[in-house]
């Protein structure tokens, strides 16, 4: 899953500069208080909320119909809420998250991770494919950078 959603993403990210490969200048001691900050926010309770409590633990149990309207509503409010929370508690960071690249790679990470969800009826997969993408994308592809530079 976590293969698909990079090969997705990465041209996307890629071709708008949204993702720009350089390392990130932390010190050990930053990166891991860093790492730790992004498994709880946004990876573990992001998933928590758009995973765990919007989608039924087995999908299975719904009709594929009904699965498809639920998992697309709770995506298109996972998606949503990354300008709503810029607007509302980050205001710096509002253009990054109305982007087009940036909600297309919301997108896709929230695909990825509703699509892990449901096959492994676990929140687990998920958490960790959106905490390592956040880490990959603050430490390695430019957005430390991209960040510091909007504040």
Do not use: K
Request: proline share 7%; glycine share 8%; net charge positive.
């Amino acid at each position: 899953m976590y293969g698909l959603f990079l090969v997705c993403a990465l041209p996307v990210g890629l071709l708008s500069h949204l993702l720009r490969p350089s390392v990130a200048h932390l010190t050990p001691a930053e990166m891991i208080g860093a790492g730790l900050l992004l498994f709880v926010q946004p990876a573990l309770v992001e998933e928590v909320v758009f995973r765990g409590l919007l989608l039924p633990r087995n999908g299975a149990s719904l009709p594929r119909g009904r699965l498809g309207l639920v998992a697309g509503a709770a995506l298109a409010v996972y998606v949503a809420s990354h300008p709503i929370n810029a607007r509302l508690f980050r205001p710096q960071v509002l253009g990054l998250f109305e982007s087009t690249p940036y909600l297309v790679l919301a997108t896709l990470l929230g695909l990825a991770c509703t699509a892990a969800y449901l096959i492994s009826r676990s929140i687990w997969p998920s958490v960790a494919i959106h905490w390592l993408t956040v880490v990959i994308w603050i430490w390695l592809l430019g957005g430390r950078n991209l960040l510091d530079a909007i504040r």
